[in-house]
């Protein structure tokens, strides 16, 4: 395979996974990462996991005259475009920066792209743009309503491309909505590295298993689900990163617009979790039940469906594997990269 995919992000923890597959699957890659939020040592180890070397632009998307370079000094055949600020809480506290870097970049990578004449993109989006949804499981014709700067930002860009589409038939666009990414390459050479106190639930547990943090909080026992505890769709990150491949060899049908979610169909509670992961490893996770967070829904989980019938690909790895892979990379990797 001669094709060569452009992976704006690509040193980040969904980033790394997917560089990946890409190599292993005989792509030739080429990534930019502004280092923001993630370390260089991930494409490193990248290049050494697979055997394959590649091109690393340092350069932020927001730099329209970086973009326009490594567009004329690459030959770019599609884009998987990651790269962008993620965490909610953040988003609330400091909105203008998460508009600036993750509309503002995107809008500077669709015109150099449109320049260029590279015209196929996969879009890294989210579930969170159906806000607080009143019916399970989720399927993608459901209602947009994202609740936080964030999941606004993601909002913002799908109609950016749904626009981009309907203006012009030559765009072949992508959009996959993730659920809850956990887990590491089971070499446990890649994985998730989190700056400063983990947000997301698996790097927290797995923290507190290596001896890094005191006790997991666990926020609310009194949502109505069986145990009390948010419900949420983890799906293993070599499995979403898998999804990418299949939507890429979608867009060589050139089929215009397409969206699609990410998730497994299977919901689990955050005591799931955490028994889950002392099963598959044995370590104990002490925690503690405090009080609800502001803005989590009681539920959140996908319906596969159109996923596994129009892209050929749906989630094979479970929870077990979810956990085990995770607290691998954790014990090979006490402080991360």
């Not at 690509?10 to 080429?30: F, N, P």
């Not at 001896?211 to 293993?236: A, K, M, N, Q, W």
């Not at 169909?265 to 889950?276: A, E, M, P, R």
Request: charged share 20%; net charge negative.
């Amino acid at each position: 395979m001669d094709k060569t995919i452009l992976v704006t992000g690509g040193a980040g923890y969904i980033g790394s996974h997917t560089c990946v597959e890409l190599l292993e699957a005989g792509y030739k890659v080429v990534v930019v990462d502004n280092l923001c939020n993630s370390k260089s040592d991930s494409l490193s180890r990248v290049e050494e996991m697979t055997g394959h070397n590649f091109q690393f632009h340092l350069a932020d998307l927001r730099d329209m005259a970086a973009m326009q370079l490594l567009f004329k000094r690459e030959k770019i055949d599609a884009v998987i475009h990651f790269a962008g600020l993620k965490a909610v809480g953040e988003s609330t506290e400091i909105p203008l920066a998460y508009y600036q870097n993750n509309v503002g970049g995107t809008a500077n990578l669709l015109e150099a792209m449109n320049e260029y004449g590279v015209k196929d993109i996969v879009f890294s989006s989210s579930c969170t743009v159906y806000g607080a949804p009143e019916t399970l499981p989720l399927r993608e014709d459901f209602p947009l309503q994202a609740v936080n700067p964030y999941g606004q930002t993601k909002l913002t860009i799908e109609y950016m491309l749904k626009d981009l589409a309907a203006s012009d038939a030559d765009w072949n666009i992508s959009i996959l909505r993730y659920f809850n990414p956990v887990g590491a390459h089971p070499s446990g050479e890649i994985g998730e590295d989190p700056l400063g106190i983990p947000s997301n639930l698996m790097p927290y547990i797995t923290q507190v298993a290596i001896g890094e943090l005191e006790e997991l909080s666990v926020f609310g026992d009194d949502y109505d689900t069986p145990d009390g505890t948010c419900i949420r769709d983890y799906i293993h990150v070599v499995d979403l990163a898998r999804g990418h491949l299949h939507a890429l060899s979608k867009l060589e049908e050139n089929p215009g617009l397409i969206i699609h979610n990410l998730g497994t169909g299977q919901g689990y509670s955050v005591l799931d979790v955490i028994k889950g992961f002392e099963t598959a490893t044995g370590k104990s996770i002490p925690h503690r039940i405090v009080g609800r967070r502001a803005g989590d829904a009681p539920a959140v989980y996908d319906d596969p469906t159109l996923a596994e019938k129009e892209l050929g690909w749906k989630a094979e790895l479970g929870i077990e594997a979810m956990c085990r892979d995770a607290w691998n990379w954790q014990q090979r990797n006490p402080k991360g990269y």
